[in-house]
């Protein structure tokens, strides 16, 4: 009767974990909230979007309906039937058809097998009211905090305290994080007319590509993208200027938007795909319109099967509907606050809003430093992308990047799943007490690292000693308690849990984490490597405590990642799996032990 009893128990705790490990990754499909059209002006292009995989004798068959379509007009035939194309790998095509046929183009194509979207292609801009600036700010002494950065003009960069940076860069600066800032492009290069920014001169680069010329120099002739990218990665402590969110993160410049600020939707939705193919972790898009595009959130949700963050600014309206790609549900939409933590009185608000985040308020000088309460950042003088300054811009264009550099030090601390980035965005933010109007709240960004760091390594340790003292009580085990433990707690990530940054030291990365970069082969080696480890050194008297312990390190962190995913290892039923390899790793160190 007393086993009957413990094996229901056991079947009721594993049925429950399933459930619960299904159910922590459903994604809640939120209908568009398509607004009015008329503030984003169109191209004259219809945008199509194909599946990825269609084949030439389908192409073939839309090719016949376009042909067909703008008949009686003179069409070509074949591929040039297409029009543009704007990326191979998206199947993303724009046909510039006369005005008269765009709706019969429409018509034809919509409902059609293989196109996944059909639309008037419009253009989005860089939110009103960005550029305001503030030049030549004073030297002084820089600001408080556990680092202190050497950066002359950090004293202004009021922003930077007030999500917590000083003492988040204790912990992960964004070492190997690539983030791409899809905008006007970055002064990120000596060449011609274009100088690189003198405060990005410490800064990494990886290859990019313009949209705009088509070329692989995404130069910036406008100044707001590298503003953007500045906030995201600065040169940091290095005795000039400012410094960045993430300064040991890479820029990835992506160039959608002309010298004007405007872009078509081609491009921004072929610079995403772009980007998400070619290693970016993060994406920040500080631009946007009241128009929904269905090719950019399929190029967004692209971007997340991939694994990548997206971060999307919430737009400058000043009314209650966050603007796309802020409102997307795969984008973290974020709003902007000022210095005293209120609402900016241009920042878009309402239910798609997901966190806020500094982005000034030039009218006041709140923090009483001698410069209006703007985001301070090295960019190119407006006109003359070889002249640089420092300028204080405001809007929800300089929010988003403070988001993607805090992304970006997330990412850098093992944490690859895109939901579970936005999770620990939310859940740490500092609650204003008005989703409306704030989303989760104010990010804070050592309060996100600790939660991805310290609190969740000493959940997976937690889970992996509890799988060792079960186990080892039932067993009536006292030898070898502590090869045992010391095994669990270094494989399960519990190390990561102590106080690194006490002694000037990051936090390390959980020894497992790395089996998010395999995606479903992560989830086979999760198998393989209990199995193998008994395999290989069961033999082996001495080595069985420790081998016992892996084993229940390997149960602690599967189980732990199961309920509460950070790993891109797949959809909802990636869940059950790994119930399934925490209990296999748990039967397997019990039986190392048990003989």
Same mark, same amino acid.
């Given at each position: /009767?007393?086993?009957?009893?413990?094996?229901?128990?056991?079947?009721?705790?594993?049925?429950?974990?399933?459930?619960? $490990?299904?159910?922590?990754?459903?994604?809640?499909?939120? =209908?568009?909230?398509?607004?009015?059209?008329?503030?984003?002006?169109?191209?004259?292009?219809?945008?199509?979007?194909?599946?990825?995989?269609?084949?030439?004798?389908?192409?073939?068959?839309?090719?016949?309906?376009? @042909?067909?379509?703008?008949?009686?007009?003179?069409?070509?035939?074949?591929?040039?039937?297409?029009?543009?194309?704007?990326?191979?790998?998206?199947?993303?095509?724009?046909?510039?058809?006369?005005?008269?046929?765009?709706?019969?183009?429409?018509?034809?194509?919509?409902? =059609?097998?293989?196109?996944?979207?059909?639309?008037?292609e419009r253009e989005w801009s860089i939110p009103s009211g960005s550029f305001a600036s503030v030049e030549n700010a004073a030297d002084g002494e820089t600001a408080r905090?556990?680092?202190?950065?050497?950066?002359?003009?950090?004293?202004?960069?009021?922003?930077?305290?007030?999500?917590?940076?000083?003492?988040?860069?204790?912990?992960?600066?964004?070492?190997?994080?690539?983030?791409?800032?899809?905008?006007?492009?970055?002064?990120?290069?000596?060449?011609?007319?274009?100088?690189?920014?003198?405060?990005?001169?410490?800064?990494?680069?990886?290859?990019?590509?313009? %949209?705009?010329?088509?070329?692989?120099?995404?130069?910036?002739? @406008?100044?707001?993208?590298?503003?953007?990218? !500045?906030?995201?990665?600065?040169?940091?402590?290095?005795?000039?200027?400012?410094?960045?969110?993430?300064?040991?993160?890479?820029?990835?410049?992506?160039?959608?938007?002309?010298?004007?600020?405007?872009?078509?939707?081609?491009?921004?939705?072929?610079?995403?795909?772009?980007?998400?193919?070619?290693?970016?972790?993060?994406?920040?898009?500080?631009?946007?319109? $009241?128009?929904?595009?269905?090719?950019?959130?399929?190029?967004?949700?692209?971007? @997340?099967?991939?694994?990548?963050?997206?971060?999307?600014?919430?737009?400058?309206?000043?009314?209650?509907?966050?603007?796309?790609?802020?409102?997307?549900?795969?984008?973290?939409?974020?709003?902007?606050?000022?210095?005293?933590?209120?609402?900016? %009185?241009? $920042?878009?608000?309402?239910?798609?809003?997901?966190?806020?985040?500094?982005?000034?308020?030039?009218?006041?000088?709140?923090?009483?430093?001698?410069?209006?309460?703007?985001?301070?950042?090295?960019?190119?003088?407006?006109?003359?992308?070889?002249?640089?300054?420092?300028?204080?811009?405001?809007?929800?264009? /300089?929010?988003?990047? @403070?988001?993607?550099?805090?992304?970006?030090?997330?990412?850098?601390?093992?944490?690859?799943?895109?939901?579970?980035?936005?999770?620990?965005?939310?859940?740490?933010?500092?609650?204003?007490?008005?989703?409306?109007?704030?989303?989760?709240?104010?990010?804070?960004?050592?309060?996100?690292?600790?939660?991805?760091?310290?609190?969740?390594?000493?959940?997976?340790?937690?889970?992996?000693?509890? %799988?060792?003292?079960?186990?080892?009580?039932?067993?009536?085990?006292?030898?070898?308690?502590?090869?045992?433990?010391?095994?669990?707690?270094?494989?399960?990530?519990?190390?990561?849990?102590?106080?690194?940054?006490?002694?000037?030291?990051?936090?390390?990365?959980?020894?497992?984490?790395?089996?998010?970069?395999? !995606?479903?082969?992560?989830?086979?080696?999760?198998?393989?490597?209990?199995?193998?480890?008994?395999?290989?050194?069961?033999?082996?008297?001495?080595?069985?405590?420790?081998?016992?312990?892996?084993?229940?390190?390997?149960?602690?962190? =599967?189980?732990?990642?199961?309920?509460?995913?950070?790993?891109?290892?797949?959809?909802? %039923?990636?869940?059950?799996?790994?119930?399934?390899?925490?209990?296999?790793?748990?039967?397997?160190?019990?039986?190392?032990?048990?003989?």
């Open positions: /009767m007393r086993n009957s009893w413990k094996l229901g128990a056991l079947v009721v705790g594993l049925a429950a974990g399933v459930w619960m $490990s299904i159910d922590v990754r459903s994604v809640e499909d939120a =209908a568009p909230d398509v607004a009015s059209e008329a503030a984003d002006r169109p191209t004259g292009r219809v945008l199509i979007d194909l599946d990825d995989d269609t084949s030439a004798s389908e192409r073939d068959a839309i090719e016949g309906l376009i @042909h067909d379509a703008i008949a009686p007009f003179d069409w070509p035939e074949g591929d040039e039937a297409m029009g543009e194309l704007l990326s191979d790998p998206a199947e993303l095509y724009a046909v510039e058809a006369p005005a008269s046929e765009i709706r019969d183009v429409l018509v034809a194509l919509r409902g =059609a097998e293989d196109v996944e979207a059909v639309e008037v905090g556990p680092f202190r950065p050497n950066d002359p003009y950090y004293k202004h960069q009021w922003h930077l305290d007030q999500i917590q940076m000083p003492q988040a860069w204790l912990r992960n600066r964004g070492e190997g994080v690539v983030v791409a800032v899809i905008d006007t492009g970055v002064s990120y290069r000596n060449g011609g007319r274009f100088k690189q920014a003198p405060d990005l001169a410490a800064t990494r680069f990886v290859p990019g590509y313009d %949209f705009v010329e088509n070329d692989n120099t995404p130069d910036d002739e @406008h100044g707001h993208g590298t503003h953007v990218a !500045g906030t995201v990665a600065q040169s940091t402590n290095n005795n000039l200027g400012v410094a960045g969110v993430a300064p040991e993160a890479a820029i990835m410049p992506i160039r959608v938007l002309d010298r004007r600020g405007a872009g078509a939707w081609g491009g921004v939705a072929a610079g995403i795909r772009w980007a998400a193919d070619n290693g970016a972790d993060v994406i920040n898009l500080s631009l946007g319109g $009241s128009t929904r595009s269905s090719a950019i959130s399929n190029a967004i949700a692209h971007a @997340h099967r991939k694994g990548v963050v997206v971060v999307a600014a919430a737009g400058n309206t000043g009314r209650g509907r966050v603007q796309y790609p802020g409102a997307d549900r795969f984008a973290i939409g974020v709003g902007a606050v000022r210095f005293d933590e209120s609402l900016s %009185f241009y $920042s878009s608000y309402g239910r798609n809003l997901d966190v806020v985040a500094p982005g000034g308020d030039l009218r006041v000088d709140q923090n009483a430093d001698g410069l209006p309460d703007g985001v301070l950042q090295n960019t190119i003088l407006r006109g003359n992308p070889a002249r640089h300054d420092y300028l204080a811009f405001q809007g929800t264009s /300089m929010a988003a990047p @403070h988001v993607a550099g805090v992304a970006a030090l997330i990412r850098a601390s093992g944490v690859q799943d895109p939901a579970a980035v936005e999770r620990i965005l939310q859940e740490t933010a500092k609650d204003k007490r008005d989703r409306h109007r704030y989303g989760a709240g104010l990010i804070q960004a050592d309060a996100a690292l600790r939660a991805a760091t310290r609190d969740l390594g000493a959940t997976r340790g937690a889970a992996g000693f509890a %799988f060792a003292a079960l186990i080892l009580i039932g067993l009536r085990r006292r030898e070898n308690l502590v090869p045992t433990l010391a095994a669990t707690g270094v494989v399960s990530g519990a190390a990561t849990a102590l106080p690194w940054s006490w002694i000037g030291l990051a936090a390390p990365v959980a020894p497992l984490a790395w089996l998010g970069s395999l !995606g479903g082969f992560g989830l086979l080696a999760l198998f393989v490597l209990p199995v193998g480890l008994v395999g290989l050194f069961y033999g082996k008297r001495s080595l069985r405590p420790w081998i016992a312990g892996a084993c229940f390190g390997v149960a602690g962190f =599967a189980a732990v990642e199961a309920l509460v995913p950070t790993l891109a290892l797949g959809g909802a %039923f990636v869940g059950p799996v790994l119930v399934g390899a925490a209990v296999l790793a748990a039967v397997l160190g019990r039986q190392v032990l048990s003989r």
